[in-house]
């Protein structure tokens, strides 16, 4: 079921925006009495603020972005900073699915050796570290090190030129 457009209006009049923090706190008004002056959100298991209003849950920086620009985003809202709970509007910007994991920092839990774009060449004894990445659509190998550390350091040096929505 989809959630209802919500006016920037309305969401002016239930929150107010910390612009130092990026943090939504709750208005207390005479339409809504049972709600008290705090800090709204918890964390949820993806790293996002997480705000139920009117019974639906919101990510905060969907609400935070259509509480300045009039609307919720047509795409996906990407973190510059890569910190999934700073909301602060200058740390937001609308972007499409390829831009946001260009942006990506850290592995993910499938990967064995803790650091993005590395993966252990199987194929070779010692096994050294092999460092990917993808651009253009294509597939490209780095090279072989001896250290995750420095394969990193390739994957990281070869993300700033490849990937146009990198921001590490």
């Known amino acids: 079921m989809e959630k209802p457009q919500i006016s920037a209006a309305y969401l002016k009049s239930r929150f107010s925006y910390e ?8 208005i207390a008004s005479p339409d809504h009495p049972y709600v008290r002056v705090r800090p709204c959100g918890c964390i949820d298991g993806y ?3 997480s705000i ?10 969907r609400l935070i972005w259509a509480m300045f ?10 973190h510059i900073n890569g910190n999934k709970s700073d909301n602060r509007i200058e740390n937001l910007r609308e972007s499409d699915h390829q831009k946001n994991s ?20 199987r194929s070779c004894i010692p096994r050294p570290y092999v460092a990917r990445i ?8 780095l090279g072989q090190f001896q250290t995750p550390e420095q394969a990193h350091e ?10 146009a929505g990198c921001t590490i």
């Open 102 to 121: 260009q942006n990506q920092r850290k592995a993910t839990k499938r990967n064995l050796t803790g650091f993005l774009g590395v993966s252990v060449d």
């Open 134 to 141: 993808k651009a253009g659509g294509k597939n490209i190998r």
């Open 69 to 78: 620009h009039g609307g919720f985003p047509n795409g996906i809202l990407d």
């Open 154 to 163: 390739a994957y990281v040096k070869a993300k700033r030129e490849l990937h």
């Open 52 to 61: 139920t209003l009117d019974g639906s849950a919101y990510a905060a920086h």
């Open 19 to 26: 612009e130092l923090t990026g943090t939504l706190t709750w």
């Open 47 to 49: 790293g996002y603020v």
